[in-house]
């Protein structure tokens, strides 16, 4: 058994995580919520005083949006979209007569307006965009939403559905980097606070095919992406538990956000994997939260 | 060679400026070719000269002027002797 079963199945023995069936579709104890609305507050610590407008979105959205946001340029193995029974009574028939025999029901689902959301920040740009031009002092942003990625695995750090918390920030150049270079000695800071080991480094994306290699190699070359990474399932192999991003321009450009001046502004984002991050304590600290050490309880606000 | 290359950065590099006012050293990037603008034209030009650039090609360096590109290709096609 490999050591991502293991993790896995001990996750499901404590009822930490609940199986439905599907690999990366899991339940989530109350124990664990817990964890993650207590490594959200720790976030909100941090970043609390620097006066992010807060939004949520629920997990889909706009399907025009997330047709003009380029998505499946990029990451078309990875998207999920919503489709919903749109016939008469008669096509209502021939569907229980299909599902009754075991056929393909599914091929006359109609596509809906929503698409599951990618990432937690996709929602955002448009709604900034039909603001018209960003306050001079720049844009910044909280989000957190489930996000979805079509990828199974038994691996529970890798999952179909799960949290990201982001902020994002729009401005200048120099304005974005700085934001993302405070999160990234913030992030360590954090991690280090939970007992986590972690390194970080320079990452790069998923893209899809061959044209994706050269996409990547690009990210990585200017240095667009970095990912803090905390041992989960392997410690050769950790898991980036959060990951900080450059924009440049393109998604200023994209969907049209202005500065103050008129200048197409440029965006970056941090986001937290709140799953993995839980997982990576689960995996530190053992899987009983009361036997996590003292400091580390204290710093997630456990009362001892 | 460096005519076709011309070209398929015409028609694929979606750059703001003319091709043909662009020098064979122009750096591309500085002259608006975008990362997938960039990837428009690496597959344009494996459709044209019937190469296939390996991962060790696949970078920002080998798309940056008319020049590398040249190189490039010369690499892949075998063909710098004839292009002299």
């Known amino acids: ?304 | 060679m460096k005519q076709k290359i011309r070209d398929i950065l015409a028609k694929h590099g979606a750059l703001p400026v003319p091709v043909d006012q662009l020098a064979e050293d122009s750096d591309l990037y500085a002259a608006g070719l975008s990362s997938f603008a960039s990837v428009q034209v690496m597959l344009g030009i494996e459709e044209a000269f019937d190469v296939e650039f390996p991962d060790n090609l696949l970078n920002r360096k080998s798309f940056q002027s008319i020049a590398a590109i040249t190189r490039a290709v010369e690499g892949l096609t075998g063909s710098a002797e004839a292009a002299e």
């Open chain 1, 1 to 304: 058994m490999d050591m991502q079963t293991s993790l896995l199945d001990r996750l499901f023995s404590t009822g930490l995580l609940i199986d439905t069936g599907v690999e990366g579709l899991y339940g989530r104890s109350g124990a664990f919520e817990d964890v993650i609305a207590r490594f959200e507050r720790l976030i909100d610590a941090y970043g609390g005083a620097d006066g992010a407008e807060a939004m949520r979105f629920p997990p889909g959205m706009n399907r025009a949006h997330f047709e003009t946001s380029g998505y499946m340029k990029s990451f078309p193995q990875l998207a999920g979209t919503v489709h919903s029974f749109c016939g008469g009574e008669l096509d209502h028939m021939s569907l229980l007569q299909c599902m009754e025999v075991g056929g393909d029901w599914m091929k006359d689902q109609k596509p809906t307006d929503i698409v599951l959301t990618p990432a937690a920040c996709y929602p955002l740009y448009p709604t900034i965009a039909k603001r018209g031009r960003l306050p001079a002092k720049g844009g910044l942003y909280d989000l957190q939403s489930y996000c979805f990625r079509h990828e199974p695995s038994n691996d529970p750090a890798r999952q179909q559905l799960f949290r990201m918390r982001e902020y994002v920030c729009m401005g200048t150049q120099d304005h974005v980097t700085e934001f993302r270079q405070t999160w990234m000695d913030r992030g360590l800071e954090m991690m280090a606070k939970v007992g986590l080991d972690v390194t970080m480094d320079v990452a790069n994306d998923p893209f899809f095919g061959r044209a994706g290699r050269m996409l990547a190699n690009n990210q990585r070359d200017q240095n667009l992406k970095f990912e803090l990474l905390i041992p989960v399932t392997s410690a050769a192999k950790p898991t980036a538990c959060m990951s900080f991003n450059y924009h440049q321009d393109a998604f200023g450009a994209k969907w049209g956000l202005n500065l103050e001046n008129g200048d197409v502004a440029h965006t970056a984002c941090v986001g937290f994997g709140l799953e993995r991050i839980a997982l990576a304590l689960f995996a530190r600290h053992g899987l009983d939260i009361a036997l996590w050490p003292a400091e580390v309880r204290k710093v997630l606000g456990y009362q001892d």
